[in-house]
């Protein structure tokens, strides 16, 4: 929380005029909204010739950027204004989803092992004695609660699926894993983030084109989960910024709706490229960087983004 208010501090100069078709169904006492795509930059290409890259994650202890391509079995770390992204962790375990924990420890969701590790070292692996299907996409609170989602995409060839539905995991920081919300096997849990100040958590489901939002109740337990938002198609990967605005990547681009649920509209990549994750970096937390297939990109944002965990 503290970051969060120093960053508002930070960037309360810079925020500009509310837009007119914003929802105005918010609460009395929530903080104004305003358009996040307002005075937003040119969207730049980091670097390209990647299989598949995912999972951008900024470290603020290091000043960096990490992210995964998921065929190659690589986590690249890339310094903003330095050399090109360079490995950092190889073989991966086909690592997708990364976050960073109270410790500055890396968090990946990964594929060819079926787990969720820290520092290659597996925390979750199997849930009711049954293997879990592929962790996809993880998120950390404040508190070192452990949040993620869990289709099938990822299951290595020649293995079967065993659990009967598709999950949101929480492992609660003493490492007791509870499945927080079951869906059926048709669905595909997949990107994840929690709100400013924690009190709910979003995942996209790419099956259903929708956004959810789930209430965090007291010890980390999610409550009912409700539509927040239905997308252009295809969700994946989602990043907050410190107004809780969701920037969440789709079939049409970068989606980007408010805390409210109303969409402000939509950042297109260059040659139509199709993105798959994305994350707030940079010392000002401005720059939102985009995971898109083969590349990375970059754009920089009039309001400052909240660093995922």
Known sequence: MALVLALLAACGSRQVAVDAAADTTA????????D???GIGTVE???????????????????????????????YRYVPGGAPP?????????????????AD????????????????????????GKKLNSPNDVIVADDGTIYFTDPP??????????????GVFRIAPGGTLTAEHRSPLAARPNGIGLTPDGTALYVAD???GKLYRFPVEAGGALGTRSVHATTAGNPDGLAIDIAGNIFVTTAAG?????PTGARWGMIALPGNAQPANCAFGDADHRTLYITARTQLFRVRLANAGLPRR
Not at 93 to 100: F, V
Not at 105 to 128: N, P, W, Y
């Open 45 to 75: 290409l980091v670097q390209g010739g990647f299989m598949f890259t995912e999972g951008p994650q900024w470290r603020e202890a290091t000043g960096d950027l990490v992210f995964t391509d998921i065929p190659a079995s690589t986590i």
């Open 153 to 166: 995409y990822g299951i290595p060839q020649g293995q079967t699926r065993e659990l009967d539905f598709m």
């Open 27 to 34: 609460a009395l006492d929530a903080p104004p909204m305003f």
């Open 206 to 208: 790419t099956a259903d």
């Open 105 to 128: 420890m890396l968090i990946a969701a990964q594929h060819d092992t079926r787990s969720v590790t820290r520092e290659a070292t597996a925390i979750a692996t199997l849930f009711e």
């Open 86 to 102: 360079a490995s950092l962790r190889a073989p991966s375990g086909k690592a997708n989803g990364l976050a960073i924990d109270n």
């Open 36 to 38: 996040p795509l307002v």
């Open 254 to 258: 970068v989606e980007a709706f408010s």
